[in-house]
């Protein structure tokens, strides 16, 4: 049984100091917000105001709660759980420090029986946030700590940097012993369906006590039952299991799972604890890439390229997806229902993958819950992102313990088949290498608790690639038609393209003198329609000049952008799936944002708002569907129209044989230009 | 005290069959070395003779040793030590087996004390060697164990598998607690000559002990001095160092060494054991090469090469130097003296660097003690070479056993500077990849017991380059001057150049009517100067032809052979010095060989006779030389020659302000070409 607690909280100057007010807070939540609401503030995404949010980061804050002694039952206790508390802390309970700690992704268990009295005051000091000592503002203050380096300033993300209890908090009543962990754990078959699988239970005292494990498929079938007396507080289980419906990504089938059920029996055969989650069995592979061994094949020899084709339960299949970025800036307030809008977004687009990129928070349980229930594959990156994370001995201790807790609550989810160590890691920006520590480390450890999953140390590695992110490179004219078709990647594993946000998402933000042209120094350039990247960028004027001319009105300049926008990525997930099978992954950038921005590479507009490129990357993911390549935007008169028509197929169902009608539209004419009697393509094959 | 034992040796089909004879056998040594002894067989290296062995693989050999019981002190006993016995073995006492393993890099001790009788049998049954069931003959047999790939047959190794106990065998008398693990380990900080210092030490026995710990440096000065009481069986002393004499490799300094002496005293103070052995402290890293950040420019983006620059003590240090591969394919025979010879042989030539080469044994510690005390940088790859270790099971159990064997010896030495995972691993004739899990077991390692050590999955790495191996590409015409000038790596870890081996070593192994002209099906071709890795390799008669025409003599033959091999190697060892600094290593295929070859890349003849590219390659990497780069290697009348004029400079010291004179010579004539007065260069830099 878990009992919640009631916080107010208030901000002081040294640790020392107390506050001199307590205002009410959200928990889960976040500092800045209960300040905001109780002060009446302006919202943080309003024009420029997340800037008067600065001063808080360098605070500290604390929660208080109060409560009564709880009434327990017999042989039970008090302990205080705590899944994230964001990101340097204390705790105390009736004035003694319980627990000192930093990392927001490391859950917290205490039991606190022993400090309760009849009237109870616990205080959640939070410290300010950490950043490195000297460094300029921006991300490179996030290079020794695992909280999130997007918060620091990033070029679709305001410099605003949430602070405090960021998950669930509560009092939990455990009775004497009761199960700490229980891994399953398996090696698949898959071919034969077949599992052996083993059960490490972990108890919290040692005794005459039994463990009673149950799979239970979704016909409510108990597939296997065990029974198994304890006298360790470290039990092993381990079976064979036949016949198993494998889980699948939601487009190469159904996303099985099971319920497994752990319960702890006393002498008298009750049960005193148990736990309850949904398990599901499939296999993970990362392999080399067809024709990838071909290369190199001059001397001096280099290496062939990293592998970048994921295989699960054996099969080849194409990564289509996004990059998923916090939906929100403040972490606090993601809960299960965005998840779920979200996360049914990407499985409307067709998407089969989502990489939580390095910048972002760790999420919480219901999202891979969800996930894992609807045939979502997770990319994991761990908290590094573009910074050079230095062998620095408190800093691994941190990264240590914290890769630790993210790897021991993830493997638990079928959902999860790939960890890399953090975004862009090898190129110039960040300056980290095969030689840097944290990354070593994080092999160990994703080697030692999750062997059977594959680990890239980031991406891209060798023969992946990240961009292009604009539609025409206005210094060279060169088009996306045009790299995307010299380019040869193994997987494409960001691509973006920039498109204004709709009308309604800007008003939510923007004053309205603001909003006609488009200026610098104005809200368009705070929410990243300029300067974000280039000058230009993510509003691309000269681009949209080029094509349309200049823009008579607000609607016509949004939609001129959002068409390039829709029709540029289209392109793009369209290429990458033609130079399938070498090519095994398309994940563009980026899918949502976390505040409304004026332009940006997200296709839904925060709060959850499809743009049009939603739309057009949903069509270019359909696993079945007509192509056509060429080779530029801009075709006029009397010019030699060419383009080359494909049948994309990543299904490996039978697509039988059939026709293919094309047609070009100019002028408001439809010209029928070709009928196409294809033949039936193999599983998974373009033709 | 140690003691010798007597064995000999007999061979068996069956396990449980007795050997009918017994000979002598030298221990170390080989089974089959004992046999042709035995025997009075023809020389394994003569002609074809090498095939008569083949059968010696695929029985049971047992040696037996009958020794008397040892007179021992009180509270000894009697321990049994081998080094090392290849492969898989089983050991038996009295008829009492006392263990049963495999892997001939995992040292034994064994307290035998209890088994002994007043007249004792000691049998070691010797198992067939390891081959992977089904797979074709050669390498590929060896993919399942960390016996050496090279014995089962190579481009330059003839398939000569070798058995039986190949390190130090002996019986120790223990005192009844001592030392089982003395470890030292340090954090430098070189520009300030301090180091933070621990010793981890580990007894046999907890009780009322002492530890005394001393280092000494060369002058007999004692620098540290620690005594300290044990009452568990591990020990952990701390300390600080100051003005410490750095350990520098030979062309940058001096090889420091001081003398590490660890003792245990007994509550008298008597010292019942002790280990001593030679310590230097030096930093080590693996950074980026100079501009290696700049690429890659274009998108989509990919990462940056793998860094391939190695710095000790900070500084950065050009590698130069050599493949090492085993100097005898009976690894049994190879000594203390012979790896002198030849380590001599590499500082005569200006190396500071050996790459221990995958396909090889890892060497028997005199080696590593002679490169620690001459200042040679050991670079030691783990023995997978060109294949896929795939994750089986049994292999990984015994991969990780004798890799941790491996690393808890060479951690040791401090000439051991660089890990890598094996030869070629990313290559597609090997079809390993960053997800192999036996690299990824290498990687957990190696980081955990050597966390300061660079660690590399294998060679090459993107940037890196193997090959080219031929003077001149017949197909396309090509020369080694074109390639090495296009090519840009940032590091050469091989690059090979074949030349035929001098007339004493032909007539070592050459039936006299087989000498001229070479043919194939003779002892040329099994001697790896035909059909080796091509048809035309190792003696490459048609570049032969093309330069110098038919030869008419085997002398002739020899002469030209030998002179493109030096020429040749002399070019690329020169042009990757001039790449400097992009370029970091240049590493020669390779230095030494294990039998009489015809032709080979090969720099020694076996046993150590230096062939003409020897000398050309010591005057290639002299730390200050003059260097010309051309284009090309045959020049006619009335062609324009130019070539650049370099002064190439690895030295940190002060090169003074001097003239360099540039002259040609042909017809006899000697021309004055021109007079370069130079300014000083700056350190490690090329003008």
Same mark, same amino acid.
């Given at each position: 049984?878990?009992?919640?607690?009631?916080?107010?909280?208030?901000?002081? %100057?040294?640790?020392?100091?107390?506050?001199?007010?307590?205002?009410?807070?959200?928990?889960?939540?976040?500092?800045?917000?209960?300040?905001?609401?109780?002060?009446?503030?302006?919202?943080?995404?309003?024009?420029?105001?997340?800037?008067?949010?600065?001063?808080?980061?360098?605070?500290?804050?604390?929660?208080?709660?109060?409560?009564? !002694?709880?009434?327990?039952?017999?042989?039970?206790?008090?302990?205080?759980?705590?899944?994230?508390?964001?990101?340097?802390?204390?705790?105390?309970?009736?004035?003694?420090?319980?627990?000192?700690?930093?990392?927001?992704?490391?859950?917290?268990?205490?039991?606190?029986?022993?400090?309760?009295?009849?009237?109870?005051?616990?205080? +959640?000091?939070?410290?300010?946030?950490?950043? *490195?000592?000297?460094?300029?503002?921006?991300?490179?203050?996030?290079?020794?700590?695992?909280?999130?380096?997007?918060?620091?300033?990033?070029?679709?993300?305001?410099?605003?940097?949430?602070?405090?209890?960021?998950?669930?908090?509560?009092?939990?009543?455990?009775?004497?012993?009761?199960?700490?962990?229980?891994?399953?754990? !398996?090696?698949?078959?898959?071919?034969?369906?077949?599992?052996?699988?083993?059960?490490?239970?972990?108890?919290?005292?040692?005794?005459?006590?039994?463990?009673?494990?149950?799979?239970?498929?979704? @016909? #409510?079938? *108990?597939?296997?039952?065990?029974?198994?007396?304890?006298?360790?507080?470290?039990?092993?289980?381990?079976?064979?299991?036949?016949?198993?419906?494998?889980?699948?990504?939601?487009?190469?089938?159904?996303?099985?799972?099971?319920?497994?059920?752990?319960?702890?029996?006393?002498?008298?055969? $009750?049960?005193?604890?148990?736990?309850?989650?949904? *398990?599901?069995?499939?296999? +993970?592979?990362?392999?080399?890439?067809?024709?990838?061994?071909?290369?190199?094949?001059?001397?001096?020899? %280099?290496?062939?390229?990293?592998?970048?084709?994921?295989?699960?339960?054996?099969?080849?299949?194409?990564?289509?997806?996004?990059?998923?970025? #916090?939906?929100?800036?403040?972490?606090?307030?993601?809960?299960?229902?965005?998840?779920?809008?979200?996360?049914?977004?990407?499985?409307?687009?067709?998407?089969?993958?989502?990489?939580?990129?390095?910048?972002?928070?760790?999420?919480?349980?219901?999202?891979?819950?969800?996930?894992?229930?609807?045939?979502?594959? *997770?990319?994991?990156?761990?908290?590094?992102?573009?910074?050079?994370? $230095?062998?620095?001995?408190?800093?691994?201790?941190?990264?240590?313990?914290?890769?630790?807790?993210?790897?021991?609550?993830?493997?638990?989810?079928?959902? +999860?088949?790939?960890?890399?160590?953090?975004?862009?890691?090898?190129?110039?920006?960040?300056?980290?290498?095969?030689?840097?520590?944290?990354?070593?480390?994080?092999?160990?450890?994703?080697?030692?608790?999750?062997?059977?999953?594959?680990?890239?140390?980031?991406?891209?590695?060798?023969?992946?690639?990240?961009?292009?992110?604009?539609?025409?490179?206005?210094?060279?004219?060169?088009?996306?038609?045009?790299?995307?078709?010299?380019?040869?990647?193994?997987? !494409?594993?960001?691509?973006?393209?920039?498109?204004?946000?709709?009308?309604?998402?800007?008003?939510?933000?923007?004053?309205?003198?603001?909003?006609?042209?488009?200026?610098?120094?104005?809200?368009?350039?705070?929410?990243?329609?300029?300067?974000?990247?280039?000058?230009?960028?993510?509003?691309?004027?000269?681009?949209?000049?080029?094509?349309?001319?200049?823009?008579?009105?607000?609607?016509?300049?949004?939609?001129?952008?959002?068409?390039?926008?829709?029709?540029?990525?289209?392109?793009?997930?369209?290429?990458?799936?033609? $130079?399938?099978?070498?090519?095994?992954?398309?994940?563009?950038?980026?899918?949502?944002?976390?505040?409304?921005?004026?332009?940006?590479?997200?296709?839904?507009?925060?709060?959850?708002?499809?743009?049009?490129? !939603?739309?057009?990357?949903?069509?270019?993911?359909?696993?079945?569907?007509?192509?056509?390549?060429?080779?530029?935007?801009?075709?006029?008169?009397?010019?030699?129209?060419?383009?080359?028509?494909?049948?994309?197929?990543?299904?490996?169902?039978?697509?039988?044989?059939?026709?293919?009608?094309?047609?070009?539209?100019?002028?408001?004419?439809?010209?029928?230009?070709?009928?196409?009697?294809?033949?039936?393509?193999?599983? @998974?094959?373009?033709?």
């Amino acid at each position: 049984m878990n009992y919640s607690l009631k916080f107010r909280v208030g901000f002081h %100057s040294t640790k020392e100091n107390k506050p001199k007010t307590f205002i009410d807070a959200q928990v889960p939540g976040a500092v800045q917000l209960d300040y905001a609401k109780a002060k009446n503030l302006s919202p943080y995404y309003y024009a420029d105001n997340y800037k008067d949010y600065e001063w808080m980061e360098d605070v500290y804050w604390t929660y208080k709660s109060e409560f009564n !002694y709880p009434g327990l039952e017999n042989n039970k206790s008090c302990w205080l759980v705590a899944k994230g508390i964001d990101f340097k802390y204390e705790i105390a309970l009736n004035g003694k420090v319980v627990l000192s700690g930093e990392g927001m992704f490391t859950p917290i268990e205490i039991n606190i029986q022993k400090f309760l009295k009849t009237q109870n005051e616990l205080a +959640v000091i939070i410290y300010p946030v950490p950043k *490195v000592q000297g460094a300029p503002k921006g991300r490179r203050q996030a290079a020794e700590t695992t909280k999130p380096a997007v918060s620091y300033g990033w070029d679709w993300h305001p410099r605003l940097i949430p602070s405090g209890i960021w998950d669930d908090f509560f009092l939990a009543y455990r009775p004497d012993n009761f199960i700490i962990e229980s891994v399953l754990d !398996y090696e698949l078959v898959p071919e034969k369906k077949q599992a052996e699988v083993n059960l490490k239970v972990k108890t919290n005292k040692a005794g005459s006590y039994k463990i009673r494990w149950k799979l239970i498929d979704s @016909d #409510n079938q *108990v597939i296997l039952e065990k029974l198994v007396p304890v006298s360790e507080t470290n039990v092993l289980i381990e079976d064979t299991i036949s016949n198993l419906s494998l889980w699948w990504p939601h487009d190469h089938g159904e996303p099985c799972l099971y319920h497994n059920q752990v319960e702890l029996l006393d002498s008298e055969q $009750q049960v005193v604890h148990e736990k309850n989650d949904k *398990v599901g069995f499939r296999s +993970v592979e990362l392999v080399m890439n067809d024709g990838a061994w071909k290369k190199p094949d001059e001397f001096p020899k %280099s290496r062939s390229v990293a592998p970048a084709q994921l295989k699960i339960n054996g099969r080849k299949i194409f990564l289509k997806g996004t990059n998923w970025v #916090n939906p929100d800036i403040f972490f606090g307030k993601i809960d299960e229902k965005k998840y779920k809008t979200h996360i049914d977004l990407a499985l409307k687009a067709n998407y089969n993958v989502l990489r939580i990129w390095g910048g972002s928070i760790i999420n919480k349980e219901s999202f891979y819950k969800y996930c894992d229930e609807k045939g979502i594959l *997770v990319w994991q990156d761990f908290p590094l992102a573009c910074n050079n994370y $230095q062998n620095d001995r408190s800093y691994m201790q941190l990264l240590e313990k914290e890769a630790t807790s993210i790897i021991k609550r993830l493997r638990n989810h079928v959902s +999860v088949i790939l960890w890399c160590g953090g975004n862009e890691l090898f190129n110039s920006w960040s300056g980290m290498d095969d030689q840097s520590h944290a990354l070593r480390l994080l092999n160990v450890l994703c080697y030692k608790y999750t062997p059977r999953l594959p680990f890239i140390a980031t991406t891209p590695l060798m023969g992946m690639g990240h961009g292009h992110y604009i539609f025409r490179d206005e210094d060279t004219g060169e088009e996306v038609f045009q790299w995307m078709r010299t380019a040869k990647m193994t997987a !494409y594993t960001e691509f973006g393209m920039p498109g204004p946000s709709d009308i309604n998402t800007i008003k939510m933000f923007m004053p309205e003198n603001e909003f006609f042209p488009p200026k610098r120094e104005t809200s368009w350039e705070t929410h990243h329609a300029f300067n974000a990247w280039t000058e230009d960028t993510w509003l691309c004027n000269k681009t949209l000049a080029h094509y349309f001319g200049p823009a008579a009105t607000l609607e016509e300049l949004i939609e001129n952008g959002q068409f390039l926008q829709a029709e540029g990525l289209k392109f793009i997930y369209e290429e990458a799936r033609r $130079q399938k099978p070498y090519c095994a992954m398309a994940l563009h950038w980026c899918f949502n944002e976390p505040w409304p921005t004026a332009a940006n590479n997200s296709i839904i507009n925060w709060p959850d708002t499809p743009k049009p490129a !939603y739309y057009s990357a949903a069509a270019a993911c359909r696993p079945v569907l007509a192509s056509a390549a060429f080779e530029k935007f801009v075709w006029r008169e009397n010019e030699l129209f060419q383009a080359e028509i494909w049948l994309l197929n990543d299904s490996y169902k039978k697509i039988p044989d059939d026709e293919l009608n094309v047609f070009i539209e100019f002028n408001d004419k439809r010209i029928h230009l070709l009928q196409w009697h294809y033949k039936s393509p193999a599983p @998974d094959e373009n033709i």
